[in-house]
C-alpha cells in the first residue's frame, strides 16, 4: 500500500517539515508505505495532478496553507475525476479551523487531520493497513458506508474531522518524541532547512494562529544539541528555526546560541524569531561574540501606535525593544530583520508612516512591509467586524481596508512596500540612500515619492532590470535635487555629481563590471593611473596580500579601481560631502566580502 503525502512549496528551495515529520514519526516498519511528493506553487495544476496519478496512490494526504491552498484546490477538483476510489486527506493550519467548509465544497475528500499529525497519521496509515490486510481495498467514503468496522476504525483515531462529525481531541505531543527529519541532510541540498526546538507561544497576539495554543513546549536541549550538530557536520547553508519567538524562555536560547557559538562551522548560519524587549544581557554578551552571519535575528515590530498594540493584544515595548536592535546593531556582527503589519486596527496612514519612520531609524539590514492578513480560527478573524476590517475573500486573506485606512491607502502602501524591496532590503544602495533621505521630510516620504516617480514613469508596468535601477534612481534624484529650490541640495555646488558618485560607489561596492554604467563617465587619465597602481601593487603586494601568484592583468580582472571626487564612503557626513582637489582612487576587491552585506572590501589608495 501506498500513502502519498503531497506538499506544494512555495518555492524549490523550502522544503516541507511537515511531511518530513509525519513519515519519520512511524516506526522503521511502516515507512516503506508512504512516498512525499513535493510541488511548487509556480508548478500549473495539470502537470501536478499528472504526477500524482502515475504516482498510483491508494491514499493522498495535502499539507494545506495560506501559500499553497488555491494550488491545492485546483488539484482537488479534479483528482476524484481519475482517482475516484482513492481516499484524500487533508491536514495543516489552512485546513483545521474551516474543515467543515471544506468538506461540503470537495466531496471527493474523506476527511481533515486537526493540529498536530505524526500520531495521528500513524493510526491513519495502520487502519488503512490494516483493511488492505483483511482484504478491502482502500475507499474514500469508507466512514460513510453502513459496515461498522469503517465506521468504528476512523471514529477511534483522535484528531480526526469526518463527514459523520469530529474525533476526539488529539492530546499535545511530547517534544521529545518528535523525530529528526534530516537524518541525511544531503537530501535537502541547496534546499532550506526547518527546524523547531519548541512549539506553542506565551504571547496572544490576536493576528496570530500560534496565539491559541499560550503553553510553550520544548524540546529537550541535549537533543536539541545532537541535533544541530548534524548541521554543522555536514556544513548546511542556512537552518531556520520555526520557533514562535524563540528567545521567550530565556534559558532555552542562550544555551542554543551559546552552543552554536562553540561549535561554529564558519559557513552555517541560523535564523531565529525574536522578541528583542526580552533579550537580556547576558544574551547580548553571546550574541556579540559571534562570528558574521553565523546568526540573524528576525523581530516582529508591527506597528509603534500604543492603541494599536493594545487593540491586537500585543505585549511589545517599543522602547525596549529600540534599545535591543541599538545595541545589537553596535556589534556590526548580526543581520537583523524587522517586520511591520499594515491595516491593523486603529491604525491609520499617518500612524503607519509613523511607525515606519521608527523602524527606518533603527537601520535594519531588511526592512518588511507586510500586510494584516485575516487567518482563520485567529482571534483577528473574531474582531474583524469590530474594528471594520474588510479583507479578500481568498488566501491569503489580506486586507482590503479598514475603518482607519482606506483602499486607496493600502493600494500605495503597496507601491510604496515595492520601492523598498527594491532600492532598501537589496542592499544595493545604502550609501546612495543614506543622504538622499535628507532630501524629504521623513524616510517614508522618500519611499512615497520615489513610488510615485515610478508610477508616473510607468516602471510598475515596465520594471526596470536590476542593473537599469541605478540609472532610475540617479534620474529621481536629479528630480528631486531640481525641485529642492532651496534645501541641504543647495548647500553642494555639484549636487548631480555627488549623488552620481554614491551611486557608483554602491554599484561597484556589488558588481565588477566589466562594462562601464553610461551614467559613469570614464576619466582621460584611469587606465594609465591604474596601469601604475596595479604595477605597484605586483611588486609591493601591500593593498592586496592574499593575490600573491597573480600578476598586475589578473588582479586588474579580480578588482576594480575607480576614482571619486567625493568621500561619499566616510562615517562623517560633512567629510563625504567636501569636493577633493583631486581625484582619490578607491580599490574593490572582490574576492573579501562582508558576510552580512556582500558588499567588497573598498580601500582608499591615494589621491592623484
Not at 562551522?265 to 535564523?271: A, D, Q, R, S
Request: hydrophobic letters at 35%; aromatic letters at 12%; a negative charge.
Amino acid at each position: 500500500m501506498k500513502f502519498l503525502l503531497v506538499a506544494v512549496n512555495a518555492k524549490y528551495i523550502h522544503s516541507n517539515p511537515a511531511v518530513y515529520s509525519l513519515c519519520a514519526f512511524l516506526p522503521e516498519e511502516l515507512r516503506d508505505c508512504t512516498e512525499i511528493a513535493e510541488y511548487t506553487i509556480n508548478q500549473k495544476s495539470g502537470d501536478i495532478l499528472e504526477d500524482i496519478y502515475k504516482r498510483n496512490p491508494d491514499v493522498i494526504g495535502f499539507s494545506c496553507y495560506i501559500w499553497n491552498i488555491e494550488t491545492v484546490r485546483e488539484v482537488l477538483y479534479e483528482l476524484p475525476k481519475l482517482l475516484y476510489r482513492v481516499p484524500v486527506w487533508l491536514g495543516g493550519p489552512e485546513v483545521s479551523h474551516n474543515a467543515g467548509e471544506l468538506l461540503a465544497e470537495f466531496p471527493g475528500v474523506t476527511g481533515v487531520m486537526l493540529g498536530e499529525g505524526e500520531k495521528t497519521f500513524s493510526e491513519l496509515l495502520r487502519f488503512y493497513l490494516e483493511k488492505e490486510k483483511n482484504g478491502q481495498k482502500p475507499d474514500r467514503l469508507g466512514e460513510q458506508k453502513t459496515e461498522d468496522n469503517a465506521v468504528s476504525g476512523l471514529s477511534a483515531i483522535a484528531g480526526l474531522y469526518l463527514r459523520s462529525g469530529v474525533t476526539a481531541e488529539r492530546e499535545p505531543m511530547e517534544m521529545d518524541a518528535l523525530p529528526f527529519l534530516y537524518r541525511h541532510p544531503e537530501r535537502f541540498e541547496n534546499r532550506i532547512i526547518y527546524y523547531e526546538s519548541q512549539r506553542g507561544c506565551p504571547f496572544g497576539c490576536s493576528y496570530c494562529l500560534s496565539s491559541i495554543e499560550k503553553t510553550v513546549r520544548q524540546r529537550d536541549l541535549s537533543i536539541v544539541k545532537r541535533e544541530l550538530s548534524v548541521f554543522l557536520e555536514h556544513k548546511v547553508k542556512q537552518v531556520k528555526f520555526v520557533d514562535r519567538t524563540f528567545n521567550c524562555r530565556e534559558a532555552h536560547a542562550l544555551a542554543i546560541w551559546s552552543y552554536l557559538a562553540e561549535h561554529d562551522n564558519g559557513v552555517t548560519n541560523f535564523h531565529f524569531e525574536i522578541a528583542a524587549e526580552l533579550l537580556t544581557e547576558a544574551a547580548c554578551e553571546v550574541l556579540k561574540t559571534m562570528r558574521p552571519g553565523l546568526v540573524q535575528l528576525e523581530i516582529g515590530v508591527q506597528t509603534t501606535n500604543p492603541d494599536t498594540l493594545r487593540a491586537i493584544n500585543r505585549a511589545a515595548r517599543p522602547d525596549r525593544l529600540k534599545k535591543a536592535v541599538e545595541t545589537i546593531h553596535s556589534f556590526g556582527n548580526i543581520h537583523q530583520h524587522l517586520d511591520l503589519i499594515a491595516g491593523l486596527p486603529l491604525e491609520d496612514y499617518e500612524s503607519f508612516a509613523r511607525s515606519f519612520n521608527w523602524v527606518f531609524a533603527l537601520e535594519p539590514e531588511q526592512l518588511q512591509l507586510g500586510f494584516l492578513k485575516v487567518l482563520h480560527g485567529s482571534q483577528m478573524e473574531k474582531d474583524a467586524e469590530k474594528y471594520g476590517i474588510c479583507y479578500r475573500h481568498t488566501p491569503p486573506y489580506e486586507v482590503l481596508y479598514t475603518k482607519d485606512i482606506s483602499y486607496e491607502e493600502i493600494c500605495r502602501l503597496k507601491k510604496i512596500e515595492e520601492m523598498v524591496e527594491l532600492y532598501y532590503n537589496s542592499r544595493q544602495f545604502v550609501t546612495t540612500l543614506r543622504f538622499l533621505v535628507k532630501e524629504f521630510a521623513s524616510p517614508f516620504s522618500m519611499f512615497e515619492s520615489l513610488a510615485d516617480f515610478y508610477k508616473r514613469k510607468g516602471f510598475f508596468v515596465n520594471q526596470p532590470a536590476r542593473s537599469y535601477r541605478y540609472e532610475v534612481l540617479l534620474e529621481f534624484m536629479n528630480e528631486t535635487l531640481e525641485n529642492n529650490k532651496a534645501g541641504a541640495s543647495q548647500e553642494n555646488a555639484d549636487g548631480r555629481l555627488f549623488y552620481r558618485e554614491c551611486l557608483i560607489y554602491d554599484l561597484y561596492l556589488r558588481e565588477n563590471l566589466r562594462t562601464r554604467p553610461e551614467f559613469a563617465p570614464e576619466p582621460a587619465e584611469y587606465k594609465e593611473e591604474a596601469r601604475r597602481i596595479y604595477g605597484r601593487e605586483e611588486k609591493e603586494r601591500s593593498l592586496l596580500p592574499g593575490y600573491t601568484g597573480f600578476d598586475r592583468k589578473q588582479m586588474a580582472k579580480m578588482t576594480h579601481l575607480e576614482p571619486f571626487v567625493y568621500r561619499v564612503w566616510e562615517k562623517e557626513e560633512s567629510c563625504c560631502r567636501v569636493r577633493l582637489q583631486q581625484r582619490t582612487f578607491v580599490l574593490f576587491d572582490y574576492e573579501n566580502r562582508d558576510p552580512l552585506s556582500g558588499n567588497a572590501r573598498a580601500v582608499e589608495v591615494e589621491k592623484w
